[in-house]
C-alpha cells in the first residue's frame, strides 16, 4: 500500500490557532480571541486548574517577594473569577495540608458573586463603602498581613482616561489597606505604567520602608500594566 503523505506539518510544530472574523464580531474581538487561544499562559491555567492566566502573576510575584507566607492573612480586593485566592490558599496554608505549618486566613471581596473556593471566604462587598475596612476586619478576626488588588476599571478606550481610572482604584485600594494593614504587613496592586501614578508611588513610600515595581513575565509583553509591591507597613 502507498505510504500517506503528511504535507500539513502536523505533529512537527505547534501550529497558531487561527480565529475568522464572524459577523457581529469586532475585529478587535476577534484578535484578542486568537490572542487567547494562542496565549501559553492560559493553556497552562486550564491545564493546572486556575481559573484565570492572572493566577501565574501573583505566583510570580510571590517567588521574588516572598509575602503570601504560611499563617498569613490575606485580603484580595476585586477577587473575581479568584485565581489569586486560589493561589493565596495554598501558599498561606489555609487549608492546613502542610503539616506543621501555621495556617493562614484568605478572605476574597468584589462587587460581583463569586464561586465558592475551598479555604477563602469570600464576600460581595464594594470595598469603598464607608465601613468596609470595618467588615474586613471583622470577617478577617483582625489585621491583615497582605491586601492585594489586581483589579482593573473598564475600558473606556481612552488610554488615558483608562490609566486615571485605575491610579485612582488602586489608590482607593491602598487606603483601605492602610486602614486593615497589621504593621510590617505587605500592599500588592496593579498599576499602569504611566505617569499619574507618581503621587501613588510617593504615597506608598511614606507609609511602607520598601517600594517596588515589577512586570511579572506573564504579564503580556503589550501590556502597560506593572505591579507595586510595597512591604513593611509603618502602621
Not at 517577594?65 to 477577587?79: E, I, K, M, S, T
Request: glycine letters at 10%.
Amino acid at each position: 500500500m502507498p505510504k500517506s503523505k503528511n504535507t500539513s506539518g502536523r505533529g512537527q510544530r505547534d501550529l497558531k490557532v487561527k480565529v475568522k472574523t464572524a459577523r457581529g464580531r469586532s475585529l478587535s474581538s476577534t484578535r484578542w480571541l486568537q490572542r487567547q487561544l494562542n496565549d501559553p499562559y492560559v493553556k497552562r491555567a486550564q491545564a493546572e486548574g486556575y481559573r484565570g492566566r492572572a493566577a501565574f502573576k501573583i505566583l510570580e510575584l510571590d517567588d521574588k517577594y516572598r509575602f503570601l507566607v504560611p499563617g498569613a492573612r490575606v485580603v484580595d480586593l476585586g477577587c473575581a473569577p479568584g485565581g489569586w485566592l486560589q493561589v493565596a490558599v495554598k501558599r498561606v496554608n489555609a487549608l492546613g495540608e502542610k503539616q506543621g505549618k501555621k495556617v493562614g486566613t484568605v478572605l476574597g471581596v468584589d462587587l460581583q458573586e463569586v464561586e465558592p473556593l475551598a479555604g477563602a471566604e469570600v464576600h460581595q462587598l464594594d470595598f469603598m463603602e464607608d465601613d468596609a475596612d470595618l467588615k474586613v476586619k471583622d470577617w478577617l478576626g483582625g489585621n491583615a498581613d497582605v491586601v492585594m488588588s489586581d483589579m482593573a476599571a473598564a475600558s473606556s478606550g481612552h488610554k488615558q482616561t483608562d490609566h486615571l481610572r485605575i491610579i485612582a482604584l488602586c489608590e482607593a485600594a491602598a487606603y483601605l489597606a492602610f486602614d486593615v494593614l497589621e504593621e510590617g504587613g505587605t500592599f500588592v496592586a496593579k498599576v499602569l505604567a504611566g505617569g499619574a501614578e507618581g503621587d501613588l508611588q510617593k504615597l506608598l513610600k511614606q507609609k511602607f520602608t520598601k517600594v517596588a515595581n515589577m512586570k511579572p513575565p506573564s504579564s503580556r509583553a503589550d501590556s502597560s500594566e506593572k505591579f507595586v509591591v510595597a512591604t513593611g507597613f509603618r502602621g
